[in-house]
């Protein structure tokens, strides 16, 4: 079962370029979200959605941008990175027919600001 | 605030319990305690949830306290693989599951 999948698992930028974290579900859940993992501390909300077209924002949401086209995608976009945004990102999933359902996360994706 | 308190650390011996306690004083009584665990590199994993009632499965015990301020999580044996950090989360229904710093739990050979 594939589950989550997030691509790249590691990336390095230059401060200023864009780029865009991909995440796939293939349970076919309504919730998807995006965290940051800073090194030694927990997990903070960046964006999350709860269905096509439905997006808001989470506890840490400057400097990212999330769109939810269908279903099973929901990618991260950085415009400008920046080195505060050196982190391990993660994605997670529920279903919504239960709220009460557990999240699945992915294995993340290293990046690194320079 | 949907937070919950749990200490930084805590160790055990391998094949000894391990009870991971939370503290969740301001929860609503519709609101789930949910616990996962983060291995190394990897990502959170779930390991058990519950309302009022102490809930088993194939990871763990949940023990829930009557009046619903604290759980323990229960490692009945715990294993080297067991290393990880645990959090204990309020679920609210909602959509903003807030993590904590959870607890890094060592253990020893």
């Known amino acids: 079962n594939a589950g989550v999948t997030q691509t790249p698992k590691f990336q390095v930028l230059k401060t200023g370029q864009s780029m865009t974290l991909q995440c796939a579900q293939d349970?076919?859940?309504?919730?998807m979200s995006w965290y940051r993992q800073d090194p030694g501390m927990g997990l903070r909300l960046i964006h999350y959605?709860?269905?096509?077209?439905?997006?808001d924002q989470g506890e840490v949401p400057n400097g990212y941008n999330v769109s939810r086209s269908t279903t099973e995608d929901f990618p991260l976009r950085l415009l400008s990175a920046a080195p505060s945004q050196t982190s391990v990102y993660f994605c997670?999933?529920?279903?919504?027919?239960?709220?009460?359902?557990?999240?699945?996360f992915g294995n993340g994706t290293r990046l690194t600001v320079t | 605030d949907a937070k919950t308190t749990q200490p930084n650390s805590m160790e055990s011996n391998e094949e000894e319990p391990v009870h991971l306690p939370c503290n969740h004083s301001?929860?609503?009584?519709?609101?789930?305690i949910h616990w996962y665990r983060q291995l190394p590199s990897q990502g959170p994993e779930y390991v058990i949830h519950?309302?009022?009632s102490n809930v088993n499965n194939r990871m763990a015990s949940l023990a829930i306290a009557e009046d619903r301020k604290s759980s323990t999580l229960i490692l009945h044996r715990a294993t080297l693989r067991d290393a990880a950090v645990y959090y204990c989360?309020?679920?609210?229904?909602?959509?903003?599951?807030?993590f904590g710093a959870g607890t890094r739990l060592f253990v020893k050979a």
């Open positions: 989360i309020r679920d609210t229904g909602g959509f903003k599951t807030i």
């Open positions: 301001t929860i609503s009584g519709t609101d789930y």
């Open positions: 519950g309302l009022t």
């Open positions: 997670a999933s529920r279903g919504t027919g239960n709220y009460n359902s557990p999240l699945h």
């Open positions: 349970m076919n859940h309504e919730y």
């Open positions: 959605s709860v269905g096509a077209g439905i997006t």
